[in-house]
């Protein structure tokens, strides 16, 4: 016997909402991600009309988490160079190098969906720190995985699009061999 469904939508955003957003942050939903706020809101996700505090601070998530793996943890891709021996030279060739790769937009929690391409069926990252998974190989599998499927029962039959530097973190991670 299963117990009750969890509410996973509410109301809509409308266009005027969603550019709002977009101008705010600086940055484009890609169209399904719109097309999905559009129809209703994830439930519990952050609000893109008043969270705005929240939401600059999951926009900062991934540069932050990936700062702490290079300080803590000892993260360091021989394509960004030698690693200097300053935390502030440090923390600048990583801001160069999360700049450089396609922006993340939060989704839920830490659920990522790459801005660019900025075509339908990017895919869903979870991120935490330099340990970043793909969630879903593209919105509706993600929406199935977060919130429709028992997890362990989800299997992700491939990564989908390659997005330049995340899709390397998923492969990488913590490694520094290429």
């Known amino acids: 016997m299963s117990g009750p469904q969890r509410q996973i939508w509410g109301p809509s955003y409308t266009e005027a909402e969603l550019d709002a957003a977009q101008a705010r942050f600086g940055f484009f939903f890609p169209p399904d991600l719109r097309a999905l706020l559009l129809k209703h ?3 519990g996700a952050l609000d893109w009309t008043h969270d705005h505090e929240k939401l600059a601070e999951r926009f900062a998530w991934p540069y932050e988490g990936l ?7 000892g993260l360091w891709w021989p394509e960004w160079g030698p690693r200097p021996g300053d935390p502030a030279e440090r923390a600048a060739v990583l801001r160069r190098v999360v700049d450089a790769a396609p922006r993340l937009i939060p989704v839920y929690g830490h659920r990522y969906m790459s801005e660019t391409p900025r075509e339908a069926g990017n895919p869903i990252f979870s991120v935490y720190q330099a340990d970043i998974v793909v969630y879903g190989r593209d919105l509706e599998s993600y929406v199935d995985r977060e919130f429709v499927t028992d997890p362990l029962d989800f299997i992700l039959e491939d990564e989908g699009k390659t997005i330049p530097f995340w899709s390397q973190m998923v492969r990488r991670g913590y490694s520094t061999a290429p």
């Open 41 to 43: 809101r994830i439930a």
């Open 67 to 73: 700062l702490f793996d290079v300080e803590e943890n």
